[in-house]
C-alpha cells in the first residue's frame, strides 16, 4: 500500500511541474529608436523615428514573455495655499502585451499612439526618461 500512495505521489508530483509555468532568465531589453510608417511633424520636418524596447530571447528554448509599461511621472503638492511643490509620483502602467519568442528571435516593443515616444518632437509631458520596462518570461513546452 506504502508503495501505491509514493507511487500516486510520484506522478501527481511530476504532473504538476508540468503545469505550472516555469519562469526563465536569458532574456535582455533595451530601448532602441525604430524608423515607422507612421510620421508626425517633428523639429525639423516630418519623422518617423519612435522609441521602442527591443526584448530578445538569449535562451535556446521558445519562451512567452508578458511585457508591461511603466511610466513615473512628477505630479505636484500645494502647500500654503499656493506653491506647488514636485513630488515624484508612483509608476503607473501604460501599456501591457504578451508575446511568444523563439530561440534568438527579438521583438520591438511599441507605444507610437502617445507623443512622448517620439523622437523629433521632445514636447511630451513625459520625457521618454520617465518610461521602463517590466517583464516574466515562462517556458513553453
Not at 533595451?30 to 519623422?47: A, K, L, P, W
Amino acid at each position: 500500500m506504502k508503495k501505491v500512495i509514493l507511487l500516486f505521489c510520484m506522478v501527481m508530483g511530476m504532473l504538476a511541474s508540468n503545469v505550472i509555468a516555469q519562469e526563465v532568465h536569458g532574456i535582455s531589453t533595451r530601448r532602441v529608436v525604430y524608423e515607422s510608417d507612421n510620421t508626425y511633424r517633428g523639429n525639423n520636418g516630418s519623422s518617423g523615428k519612435y522609441y521602442g524596447w527591443e526584448v530578445k530571447n538569449n535562451n535556446s528554448i521558445k519562451v512567452s514573455v508578458d511585457i508591461t509599461l511603466y511610466c513615473q511621472g512628477q505630479s505636484a503638492v500645494w502647500t500654503n495655499g499656493r506653491d506647488a511643490v514636485p513630488i515624484n509620483s508612483d509608476k503607473k502602467v501604460v501599456k501591457t502585451q504578451s508575446i511568444i519568442l523563439k530561440p534568438g528571435e527579438s521583438y520591438t516593443f511599441k507605444r507610437e499612439e502617445h507623443r512622448s515616444t517620439r523622437v523629433d518632437a521632445p514636447d511630451s509631458d513625459y520625457p521618454i526618461s520617465s518610461y521602463f520596462i517590466e517583464y516574466k518570461a515562462y517556458k513553453l513546452q
